[in-house]
């Protein structure tokens, strides 16, 4: 776990587990230790789809564990922790990503999942999961796993990752005093270059269609800082540089003509693309997109495999994430409880 609000939350695990009196919601020990073959339902991911679906798991009673390979919130606690988040509704001065992940963590955990660190390396064909040396399955199988940033093909993307060209701003600080070229035109790169602006000495916005795709647009505030250049209509050709980022090739509109522009970083935020990489050997149906298919209640084409949040949905939102969850999770208990009104 990383950040100030999220080592809160472990070290209230921390406590709580040398208290060690915790009881389940049926007066059962809740193990904060992996129980291999005896969960309920097994969830792989947790960032907002997967911590949400175990908190509405949790609260039915179902013995639910979620595995988290990378940064427990998920993408955003990963790409920017700092990030204030002004469209969940019921938080109108908005939340940072990192205190609504650790309000997701303390919620799931609460609710009596358990959360194991590892990220789960092979689902089998029967749903069983395997992480390390752990091998666990439940009844029902619930795929949270996100989506991971999609290239943008430039020539010189590949050959500069790491060196100049990123597709996250974790810390706008390691921009300070650099000239940086955001690629993309959805809220994922204006949001980039909000951040970026107190940071670096100028940003140039690059989106090759004359409009925005955003749905938030530029702030007032970003429009009239004075080191911001928006060029819309315009295409990066190339990424230029010699051992790290010097530069972009830019050509606008179809004009027969380029001009070169001096940048020391790209970022580039050319959507998402669904992280099913996992899951080959399973079956599932994807959409035309590459999304896993699912109906209105989260299933998936495979039996006791449901999915959601940005792997399944189409709207790549925080809010669509956790409705997906709720929907999960109801799903998930008339599958393992078999309720009367299921008959
Ligand atoms: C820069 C940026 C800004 C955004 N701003 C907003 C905003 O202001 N408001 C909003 O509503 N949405 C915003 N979004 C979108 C929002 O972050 C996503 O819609 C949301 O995080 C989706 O949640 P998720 O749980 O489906 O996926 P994710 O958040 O991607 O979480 C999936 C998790 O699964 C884990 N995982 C993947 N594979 C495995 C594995 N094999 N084993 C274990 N774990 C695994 C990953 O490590 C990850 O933590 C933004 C996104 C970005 C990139």
């Known amino acids: 776990m990383r950040g100030n609000a999220l080592r809160s939350v472990a070290d209230r695990f921390d406590a709580r587990k040398a208290e060690r009196t915790e009881c ?20 792989v991911g947790g960032g907002p789809a997967g911590l949400s679906a175990a908190a509405f798991c949790g609260k039915k009673f179902l013995r639910t564990a979620v595995f988290e390979g990378k940064c427990w919130g998920g993408i955003l606690t990963r790409h920017c922790p700092d990030k204030r988040i002004d469209n969940y509704p019921g938080v109108p001065k908005g939340i940072l990503a990192e205190e609504l992940a650790a309000l997701l963590v303390e919620q799931a955990h609460g609710a009596g999942a358990d959360l194991i660190d590892l990220g789960v390396e092979e689902i089998a064909p029967d749903g069983t999961v395997r992480a390390k040396d752990l091998e666990t399955a439940g009844k029902v199988l619930i795929l949270a796993c996100g989506s991971n940033a999609g290239e943008a093909g430039i020539p010189g993307e590949k050959e500069f990752a790491g060196r100049g060209v990123h597709y996250r701003v974790h810390d706008p600080s390691r921009f300070r005093g650099m000239r940086v070229v955001v690629v993309g035109g959805g809220d994922t790169a204006i949001s980039h270059v909000h951040r970026l602006l107190g940071a670096a000495v100028r940003v140039t916005f690059v989106h090759r269609k004359p409009h925005l795709r955003s749905v938030e647009g530029l702030s007032a505030e970003a429009l009239q800082s004075g080191n911001l250049e928006v060029l819309l209509g315009t295409a990066v050709e190339e990424i230029l540089g ?17 001009r070169d522009l001096p940048a020391d ?37 495979v039996p006791r495999i449901l999915a959601i ?11 669509t994430a956790v409705g997906q969850a709720a929907v999960a999770a109801h799903e998930a208990y008339e599958q393992v409880r078999s309720p009367y009104w299921k008959k």
Not at 25 to 37: D, F, H, M, V, Y
Not at 267 to 276: D, E
Not at 285 to 294: F, H, K, N, Q, V
């Open 24 to 43: 389940g919601p049926r007066g059962e020990a809740i193990s904060l230790e992996p129980r291999p073959k005896d969960y309920d339902v097994v969830i």
């Open 242 to 258: 010699a051992a790290r980022v010097e530069g972009v090739r830019l050509r606008q509109g179809t004009e027969a003509g380029t």
């Open 265 to 301: 970083a790209v970022i580039v935020a050319a959507g998402r693309v669904p992280n099913t990489a996992l899951f080959g050997n399973v079956g599932l149906g994807l959409d035309p997109e590459g999304r896993i298919a699912t109906d209105e209640w989260q299933r998936t084409s």
């Open 309 to 319: 949040g940005d792997v399944s949905s189409p709207l790549k939102m925080i809010i």
